[in-house]
């Protein structure tokens, strides 16, 4: 047996770099840990530089606990921590960091300096990745990290960053998301030349709604309710954007648990279902939501970013966060533009929640039979563009027209996409649309995947020209589908596409103009799923409940 056979142990440096790869994704992943650390050290002051997009300088500085001198070196090793000291804690986790991976897994690409000084101590001292030994120096009271050079021994990962415009994106998303999600530390950070911000410590619900309007804008909180619910040891707070101020983006969508930034399935499904008959398809609502629950209801040690969770209850939390949402924004006013404060509690009991929220990945419907269309005996003139009252074998039903085709093409859409055979139609004079450079970078990454759902564009700097379009999708508003393709495959991107639920929300109902287009739809009908959406029964106990 060769000795590149034998099983041997990893050099640390290799080790570190991989584990940089699981933790590391751009700069601003850098800066997320960062920042999670020193809020962990309790600091109320946290400084943030950056220059070259984060490629060549990435400094926090905070006035948090500090570094004891002889535990300089000891952060910078793999699984080091001061948060993490026996397996119970496992189950128990309140600090945002707990690996002890960061600080290594930064070290071992860039040329990391670390500089601390303890509130006993009269001088701080600093390590380097190119000094293992610690030195004197003039420091203030808390930790300063300077990151430089990143990804300079790992060219292949530098070369796969975006744009200057699009790294510092996604930077400032990071900060805004870290500085919602703790109101009583002060920020401040330069991003770029025009990104110069500093947040002041918000105590008090007036200074926390001025920090969420410099964030998420000043239409937000005027179009915003105040919810406060309480069930058991589970509560939800938090800014909730009324149905009428829906946006184009998911820019507006935080979600906080236990003071941690989490993108969840479940959460993502409850606020949807709580939202899906008051805003348009295709548009998506504006939220600031957070949820408290005790730390053994939720395991967030599932990925190594820490964005992920698995409730130990998710029905639970399903139902709680679809019903506080939906009592809120049945209370709510179109013309809203004051934020009220008011609590209330949520009487309901744990069976009246998890009944709602029974097969909430499914939707059950009332299916009559298809022979009601084999044999149809007469039809009456189109009511309003839409009904049709038709006189079967089985007695008179009465068909929304457009509903009905709706349902046919959303068929004929699910069945092209599932045999590839979904065609799509040119656009003879291309049309531009502008992105944000996030979205716009993810329609590049997945420009060949989008092509065999029939979509076809060219890159033009900071536009895309849109050449074609699925032909079932002809008579959408196709700058509004090229963005909610974009948001959908930024809020998906680590997960299974759902394009074809979102080209189904997207196909427009049709008015139905003449008589020979209704009995058309009607012939079609004996070989669709027929649902008590579009079709009712007119029987005896139907009619008289109309008098």
């Keep these: ?286 939220f600031v939501l957070y949820l408290t629950l005790p730390l053994d209801r939720l395991d967030i040690n599932v990925h190594p970013t820490k964005h992920e969770v698995r409730f130990r209850d998710a029905r639970l939390i399903h139902g709680l966060i679809t019903r506080a949402l939906q009592d809120a924004l049945e209370s709510t006013q179109s013309s809203l533009n004051n934020v009220h404060f008011e609590q209330s509690v949520i009487q309901s009991s744990p069976p009246q929640i998890a009944e709602q929220t029974v097969n909430y990945h499914q939707q059950t419907e009332s299916i009559l039979t298809t022979d009601n269309f084999n044999n149809i005996v007469t039809s009456s003139a189109v009511l309003h563009q839409r009904y049709i009252i038709v006189q079967s074998e089985n007695g008179p039903l009465l068909i929304d027209l457009q509903q009905a085709d709706h349902s046919l093409r959303q068929q004929q859409l699910q069945h092209a996409i599932k045999t590839n055979a979904l065609s799509s139609r040119p656009i003879l004079v291309p049309i531009k649309v502008t992105l944000d450079p996030i979205l716009h970078q993810m329609m590049i990454d997945h420009q060949l995947a989008l092509a065999s759902f029939g979509i076809s564009f060219q890159d033009a700097n900071n536009h895309l020209l849109i050449k074609s379009i699925p032909s079932l999708l002809v008579q959408v508003d196709i700058t509004q589908l090229i963005i909610s393709i974009a948001s959908h495959l930024s809020d998906n991107a680590k997960e299974d596409w759902q394009l074809a639920q979102l080209f189904e929300q997207k196909l427009p109902l049709v008015a139905i103009h003449s008589l020979q287009q209704a009995e058309t739809i009607i012939r079609q009908l004996s070989t669709a799923n027929i649902t008590e959406k579009w079709c009712q029964q007119l029987d005896q106990k139907t009619l008289s409940s109309l008098f």
């Excluded at 707990?98 to 300096?113: K, Q, W």
């Excluded at 300077?146 to 990071?174: C, M, S, W, Y």
Aim: proline share 4%; aromatic share 6%.
């Design 1 to 286: 047996m060769s000795a590149s056979t034998r099983i041997q142990p990893l050099p640390l440096h290799l080790a570190n770099q991989i584990a940089a790869g699981e933790v590391i994704e751009r700069p601003a992943s850098v800066v997320k840990e960062l920042v999670e650390n020193s809020l962990d050290a309790g600091a109320k002051k946290i400084i943030i530089n950056i220059e070259g997009a984060g490629s060549q300088l990435i400094r926090v500085r905070d006035n948090g606990t500090g570094i004891h001198p002889d535990d300089l070196a000891l952060a910078l090793s793999r699984h080091a921590t001061s948060k993490l000291h026996s397996g119970e804690q496992l189950f128990h986790i309140a600090s945002l960091g707990f690996r002890g991976e960061a600080l290594p897994s930064i070290a071992s690409i860039s040329d990391l300096t670390l500089s601390s000084r303890q509130p006993d101590s009269d001088l701080g001292w600093q390590i380097s990745i190119t000094d293992a030994a610690a030195a004197p120096t003039s420091h203030p009271i808390g930790t300063t990290v300077e990151v430089r050079e990143l990804f300079f021994n790992v060219p292949a990962r530098r070369r796969f960053l975006r744009g200057d415009k699009t790294e510092q994106h996604h930077i400032t998303t990071t900060l805004h998301r870290l500085a919602l999600s703790q109101f009583e530390t002060e920020f401040q950070w330069q991003v770029s030349a025009t990104n110069n911000i500093r947040l002041a410590a918000a105590t008090n619900a007036e200074q926390k709604q001025q920090r969420i309007a410099k964030i998420c804008g000043k239409s937000f909180i005027k179009n915003c309710v105040y919810i406060q619910q309480q069930y058991d040891e589970i509560e939800l707070r938090g800014w909730l954007g009324t149905a009428e101020a829906h946006r184009p983006q998911t820019d507006v969508n935080f979600f906080f648990i236990n003071g941690r930034v989490i993108r969840d399935r479940v959460i993502n499904h409850a606020i949807r279902q709580a939202y899906s008959d008051l805003i348009p398809a295709g548009r998506y609502p504006a």
